[in-house]
Every structure is written in C-alpha cells, then in structure tokens.
C-alpha cells in the first residue's frame, strides 16, 4: 500500500489542467450498454475506479479501447455480445458505482442481475430508490444471494422484455439520489412511453448524461433541473461525447490555492457548477479572478486565479445536493476552515456519519467538536504535521491540503483511496512546487 509523505509550508505556484469527471464518466461508460453501436468518451480521467468499471464491462460483453491523448484520453466502448446479465461481487465491491450498470442492462437485455453494493466508508449508502423507480417502469425486483435480479416485463404479443414509462418520484430522506436518477433515466430512455422523473438529482453530472444520452437519440427535457421528462425510443445509436470536467478536483484545487501561500491557475474549470463552493469562499475573504475569455479554444470552460487572503474568516457550511455545497467537498473545507480566525461550523446533511477525517485532523492539531451532523471547527494558527489514515476518497483530500499547510512532515496511509478520484495528486501537486512524495511501503 501506497503512503505520502509530505514537508509542508511549500509555497504553491503554477497552472494546473482540470481533468474529466470521474462521477460524470461512470455512468456515461455504463450507458454504452444501451446501444449496439460504439461510444467514445474523450477526457476520461486515469483513475482507479474507472479502470475497475472497465473491467466489469468487459465482463459485461464490451470491448474497450483507451487511447492515450495528450491531456485527454479517449475511451471507445462497443458492446460486441449481450449474453452475459450478471455484474459480480468481485467487481461492484471495488466501486459502488458498480450499481450503474443495472439500468441499462435491464433496458437493454431485458433482464439484468447486479450485486447489491455494500456500505462504505461514509456510511450507509442504500439502493431503494433505485429499486423502486425501475419497479415503476415495470421491472420484477427480487434479491437472491447479495444480488439484484431484475426482469423487464414481457411486451403484449411478443417474446422481447421493454420497459414501460411512468411518472415517479426519485425523493429520498436527504434528497434525490444521483446516481438512482442515471440509472432510471437511461431505463426510461428505451422504455415504452413517456417517463417522468420528479425529484430527479440536478448535478451537472447527470445532465452530461442526458445530453450524451441525447446525442445517442433519446427525448429527454429537463436536464438539470428536478424535473426530467422522457419519451422512450426504441433504439439508441453511437455517440462521441466530451467528458465535463471535474467540479470536485476543481474545487479541492481551489480550496488549496484559498488556503495555502499560493499563486495557483486552475483551467478548464467548470465555474458553473462551483457556485455554492464560491459563495463560501468569497464569505471567507477568498479572492477568485475568473477568465472566461481567454481560453484557448478547446475548451468552453474557465480559467480561474485563487489567491489567499491575509487572514481567513470562519463561516458556516451545510452540505446540499446540488446546487448546494457538495458533501464531496465537505472534507476539504473543514481543513481549510480549520485555518480560519475563529469558530466555523460545518453541517454534514447528505452522508451523517462522513466525518472519519475529524479524529485525523485532529491528530494534526485541529481544534474540532463533533455533534451529530455537525462538526464546530476553532481556527487554529497552524498544523503540525503528524501520520494519519486516509479512510475514504474525500476525507484524504482533507488531509493532504492539511499536510500541504503543515509544519512538519505529513505521512498519508493508504493512498489507494486518492486513486480512486485524483489523477496523479502528487505530480500535479509536485508540478506546483509542494513537497510530497509517494513511497510504496513494501519497500
Ligand atoms: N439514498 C437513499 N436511497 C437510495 C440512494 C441514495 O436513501 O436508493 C440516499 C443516500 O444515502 C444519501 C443520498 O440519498 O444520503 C444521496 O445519495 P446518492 O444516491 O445521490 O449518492 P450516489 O449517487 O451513490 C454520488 C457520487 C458520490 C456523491 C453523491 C452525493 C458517484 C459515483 N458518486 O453517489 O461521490 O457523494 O452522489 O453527491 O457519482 C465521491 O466522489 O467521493 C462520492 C462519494
């Protein structure tokens, strides 16, 4: 297992690319299943979870090419045989996300058998509602081993399985569910009749899927807002589709230019789908020079200056979905926070239980009082740099800006969790001057 080791006080100075989204690629490479003919996706990040949903592609009949581009590789998927119906244990409990494929192979193939993802780091993470809203466009649910089988219903007067439309309502306890909303969505876009989705998620990821699913000839309006209305074609075609970038990466860059002596230039920054991160950090005294003009071609995203203010000032955070605070930035905010003059609080209204970075944090000298979903963060003059786990994906983001803002040397265990969602952190980190390196602790 990887460890990092990061000397702290770095002062950080450069320009850094936004890569594609690992949230938004997931289900776009799913949605391959629900045509004959290829998808390629451009932008697609090199990251482990990607790379395990390749696998339980190809496990799934698809043949996969990547080609290395520059910047941006490119990956082209085409199913080339439907025989297959199961997604195994082996693979789903590598990545939650896993759970994407059960939409469109139960769309595609009429029937389809997925391993039911576990919990997680940050908690609980049911499937019901992804459950429920496949049972309204008519799909026969039973659980059998740890697995979900799924069976389309039988069209009247013929042998073929097709799903069929319905109005439902995709609202959960903390809000809609995103990744229940692609997996209904790319349902109803083969199903039989007109779908309507309310309460459906509104991340920009999902409305990249709509668009990508658009282009493939679906009818789906409303994308981006809590009200998707779709009209089921029969057939789907092949599409190449440009990956938007990965408003998380961009906001933990951010965050780090917000809280470490910096001078950092993030491009091909997605501005938009950042405004709730924005609003906090203007709150706090942050500086954003956003460039919307001078990009060089390829991109119709920013180019964004983040400069540190002299001092930063405490507020408040409550995560949302979007467009409100993301829970997937919560972590990182709560490290910079934690450098701010005076009491912040920090409400965590998505995952209750993701605060596994508290007890880490705290290991460097953060000053924080958890209660319930909320965590009271005292400013601290600094940290002191110390070894710490990483727990989950986010949380280690956490604590490398922590370690980045540290007296002292960092060590970071179990790195494979930053693989999964940051495409060589420590190159990119490296790249703008910090001080961290990643040892394989085998030796
Ligand atoms: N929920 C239910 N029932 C369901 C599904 C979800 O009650 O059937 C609840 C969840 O427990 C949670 C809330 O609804 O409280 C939202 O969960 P959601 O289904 O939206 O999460 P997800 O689709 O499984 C995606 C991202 C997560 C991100 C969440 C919330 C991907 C691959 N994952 O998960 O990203 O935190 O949306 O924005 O897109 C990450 O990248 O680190 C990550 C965890």
Redesign the pocket.
Known sequence: MDTFVINGGNPLRGTLRINGS??AC?PLMAACLLTDEPVTLVDVPNLSDIRNMMRLLAALGVDLELVEHGEQNTVTLTVTDTAEHTAHYDIVKTM??GICVLGPMLAKRGEARVSMPGGCA?????????LRGLEALGAEIELDAGDIITKAPITAGSQTRRLVGNTIFLG?????????TANVMCAAALAEGETVIECA?C?P?IADLANMLNKMGAKIEGAGSPRLTIQGVEKLHGVTHQVIPDR?EAGTYAIAGAMLDSDITLTNYPTDFLMALHDRLDRTGVSMNIDSTNNDGSSEYDTVRIQRPEQLTPTQIVTQ?HPGF???LQAQMMAMLCLANGNSLITEK??QDRFLHVAELARMGAQLKRSGPSVMVAGIPEFIGAPVMAS???ASAGLVLAGLAAKGTTTINRVYHLDR?YEKMELALQKLGADIQRIDDRG
């Open positions: 690992k949230n997931l939650r996300a940050i908690g609980d993470r049911p499937v019901d509602l992804h959960g306890p903390n809000g809609s569910t995103v990744l229940g998620a991340e990821e998380i979905p993301p829970t997937d998505i995952y989950d994906l986010r969602g």
